[in-house]
């Protein structure tokens, strides 16, 4: 359609269809505060005896943190959004669990290229250290046949970008689909960015199919 003050198409004729939906929480001060004490402490323990990290270098912990005593509450907050979101997507099952649970640290300059988590159904992300220059996630949009063709665009909308940048803060949650492609851009602050990454699946696949892979 020809751009023109007379568009024959208004936006209430527009049907929105199969959404992909990252959903964001935003943790009280208060719960955030203590939850990233514990979590900053646990991790400065297991980073203990290694070097620090140079520029452009990222760490990632083991994959088994929802384990672990400290992250405790924090596992509660997941576990509470991630049956918050199955409800809201009327989603019928027995049981789910974190199949995985592990931190990330990206040094002045380290980057997250753009990924998945298979074998898993919902993924999620808690940040517990970021700043400016270091407090956004991208997403990437997942119908793939979308980039055989992409014209010029006279104003980025919701309806025509091919990625959704996600701004968050300390004690920020997000869960999103599993499938969704995502990605970290360059730390471009002076401190390190430090978010605790996890992924859950319906218990009953866990035991029956592949393994979740991160
Ligand atoms: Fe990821």
């Known amino acids: 359609m020809a751009q023109g003050k ?8 527009v049907i929105p269809m199969f959404p992909t939906l990252v959903c964001k929480v935003q943790l009280e001060a208060q719960l955030y505060q203590a939850i990233n004490a514990r979590i900053l402490d646990a991790l400065a323990e297991m980073r203990r005896d290694l ?9 990632q912990s083991e994959q ?18 991630a049956r918050s979101v199955l409800q809201f997507l009327r989603i019928g ?9 592990w931190a990330n640290v990206l040094a002045k300059g380290a980057a997250h290229r753009a990924h998945t988590h298979p074998n898993n159904f919902l993924s999620g992300v808690y940040y517990v250290r970021t700043q400016s220059g270091a ?14 063709i992409r014209p010029p665009v006279t104003e980025l909308t919701a309806e025509n970008t091919d990625q959704v940048v996600v ?21 471009a602050s002076e401190e390190e960015r430090v978010s605790v990454s996890f992924n859950i699946m319906f218990s009953g ?3 029956n199919l592949s393994k979740p892979l991160w």
Not at 64 to 81: D, F, G, M
Not at 93 to 101: H, K, M
């Open 6 to 13: 007379d568009p024959w198409i208004e936006a209430s004729d």
């Open 51 to 59: 070097p620090g990290l140079a520029r452009g270098e990222g760490w």
């Open 64 to 81: 088994t943190l929802h384990q672990r005593e400290e992250l405790s509450e924090l596992v509660c907050c997941i576990n509470k959004a």
């Open 93 to 101: 099952y027995d049981a789910f669990e974190i199949t995985g649970c």
């Open 135 to 148: 407090d956004t996630i991208n997403f990437h949009d997942p119908r793939g046949q979308t980039g055989i």
């Open 167 to 187: 701004r968050v803060k300390n004690g920020t949650l997000l869960l999103f689909p599993a499938y969704l492609q995502h990605s970290v851009d360059a730390n």
């Open 205 to 207: 696949f866990t035991e």
